[in-house]
């Protein structure tokens, strides 16, 4: 057995690089879908997507669960709110703390994308066996957790 030297890195059969390679090639699939119809960059369709499932909640919070960079959704969301996508209120009980909501209009594009990209996801997932999307899950499942637990 021919020990390999850190060197002989082969990118494409580096996990890591895979999982960041398929990911590129999907959302670029996506975005076609909101961005040429709805006019919106992939950082706004995760703050969406969000806010789509989370009312009333903090910028900080919408970073965390799309496990993007804060700035990035700063800015994503600011031109979400100068669009008219997002509506930020103040917390009742802690002024200085802002929660966010889609708008009427953030709703109604919301209802639109969702199933455009649930389609999408049906016909990339539909390339796999019941088997094998149960295992994909749990793969996922299981390197999600890995990787949290790295913290």
């Known amino acids: 057995m021919v020990k ?21 090639n999907i ?5 076609k879908l909101y961005t040429d119809k709805f006019g919106l ?11 789509g499932r989370f009312s009333n909640i903090s910028a900080a919070m919408v970073a965390e669960k799309t496990a993007m960079d804060k700035v990035a959704v700063s800015r994503a969301i600011n031109n979400m709110i100068k669009n008219d996508l997002i ?3 103040f917390a ?8 966010l909501s889609l708008s009427i209009t953030g709703r109604e594009k919301y209802e639109k ?5 649930q389609s999408y996801e049906k016909e990339l997932i539909n390339t796999l066996n019941p088997s094998e999307q149960d295992n994909l899950d ?4 299981k390197l999600t957790q890995a990787v949290q637990n790295q913290d």
């Open 87 to 89: 509506n930020r209120t």
């Open 138 to 141: 749990d793969i996922l499942t």
């Open 4 to 24: 390999s030297k850190p060197s002989d890195l082969k990118l494409e059969e580096f996990l890591p690089y895979r999982l960041s390679y398929l990911t590129n």
């Open 41 to 51: 960059a992939h950082p706004e369709w995760r703050v969406m997507a969000v806010l």
């Open 113 to 117: 994308i969702v199933p455009l990209v």
């Open 27 to 31: 959302s670029q699939g996506l975005s």
């Open 92 to 99: 009742d009980d802690d002024k200085r703390r802002s929660e």
